[in-house]
């Protein structure tokens, strides 16, 4: 009726309960406190930029075409994983009790790292060696 396909948000819906339950592992773990950096919001971030650029690339470069691939791990698991809104909450709550410094600085840092993720996940995956 709408076209699409149910293996495809399957997908989707499999990638991401695996990224969300591992996000919400690592928050329970790492309970976030604003008065410090929110440690697994940004390791979740990270790993998360950096998984999207590999699997973007090896599966864009490298592997046979497949209509689930992309979104079991692209869409669903990075998708889980990751949290850009939670990332905004945190820091809120950083300038609301006057960490403006920490604040700032967990901004640029997921920033920086988070696309110097994506950009070593993609080297490395071009810079593999190609078996055939």
């Known amino acids: 009726m709408f076209g ?6 399957a997908a989707v819906f499999a990638g991401g309960a695996v990224g969300t339950l591992a996000r919400a592992g690592l928050a329970t773990w790492l309970a976030p406190n604003p008065d410090a ?3 697994a919001t940004f390791i979740v971030n ?7 650029g590999y699997f973007t690339t090896r599966l864009l ?3 046979p075409l497949s209509s689930y691939r992309r979104p079991l791990l692209g869409t669903g698991l990075c998708g889980g ?8 909450v945190e ?3 950083m300038l609301e009790h006057h960490h403006y410094g920490l604040a700032i600085s967990y901004v640029l ?4 790292f988070g696309y110097g993720a994506v950009y070593l996940a993609t080297a490395l995956v071009r810079r593999a060696r190609v078996h055939r």
């Open 91 to 93: 820091t809120l709550r």
């Open 61 to 63: 470069e490298r592997l």
């Open 109 to 112: 840092v997921s920033v920086v």
């Open 4 to 9: 699409h396909d149910n293996r495809e948000l």
């Open 46 to 52: 990270i790993v998360g930029a950096f998984l999207l």
């Open 81 to 88: 994983l990751t949290t850009f809104s939670t990332m905004q």
């Open 37 to 39: 950096w929110p440690w």
